[in-house]
């Protein structure tokens, strides 16, 4: 839920020129004198989040913590988690102990400390590690990994297969809903920056047009981005009245005919 309630003593400009110093053009925040509202924060700490931005977003979290109460804040914790996730698949084993993870009982047990760690950062449990005896570790953790992939936790399944190389956990379903998940979070992700774009008062219709052009470009397998931009066409349709003689009965082939003229010119001017 987001809260339009106020930050006293924290100015717009003050996390406008935090964005700023690390790169991050800010969606909902402006260079004014200000308060900041805790809607806006939660709305770009999404899209920080969402763009892998998580040291910005520790940042602008802490920057707020100094002039709000926690009751305040308590709708944005979850971006502590998200935060969490990133620094999670960077962590790398202690290169003098690498060696032991020869030894199965060792394996095992940095495994199974390795599994609870990342899921309790969401306050969940394993699922399938540990109760499949007859299946070796590298299968059990793909298994694992499988489970959380149906239950759409991308970013969990991500972190664990990051964790799995460095555990050297090697199998076909690890590397599976590794590569799966990364494309479904990414998906995912980049929808998020697309709502933010749509959403922002800092960016135009056209930006979000551009938006969702270039993330088709990228993954043009990805028909929901072709959805948004049919939807942006209907509206300019309406609002411009083009067609007027045809949207009775011929409104969808007016709007596919845009999208063509759109992608037609990307192509050309690519």
Known sequence: MVVEVEIIGLKQKTLFALCAQHGWDPLFFSATEDAVNVADLERELEVCSAAGEWNL????????????????????????????????????????????????????????????????????????????????????????????????????????????????????????????????????????????????????RSDYEKAIIDAWSADPGFSEYLNLLRKVIAFRIRKRKLYFNLLENFEQECIEFELNKRLAAFFAGS
């Open 57 to 204: 977003c520790s940042l602008l979290l802490k920057a707020s913590r100094k002039k709000a109460d926690s009751k305040l804040l308590q709708n944005v914790t979850s971006f502590d988690r998200q935060s969490a996730y990133g620094l999670v698949t960077k962590r790398k084993t202690r290169p003098h102990l690498r060696f032991l993870l020869f030894f199965r009982p060792y394996l095992k047990y940095q495994a199974q400390n390795s599994l609870r760690k990342i899921l309790s950062e969401e306050m969940l449990c394993p699922q399938i590690f540990g109760r499949k005896k007859n299946a070796h570790l590298a299968e059990q953790w793909g298994l694992e990994m499988k489970y959380w992939h149906s239950k759409g936790h991308y970013n969990i399944v991500l972190a664990l297969g990051e964790r799995a190389k460095l555990l050297n956990l090697e199998h076909y379903l690890v590397v599976r809903y590794l590569t799966i998940s990364a494309a479904a979070l990414t998906r995912s992700n980049m929808l998020i920056l697309l709502k933010g774009i749509q959403k922002s008062p800092n960016r135009s």
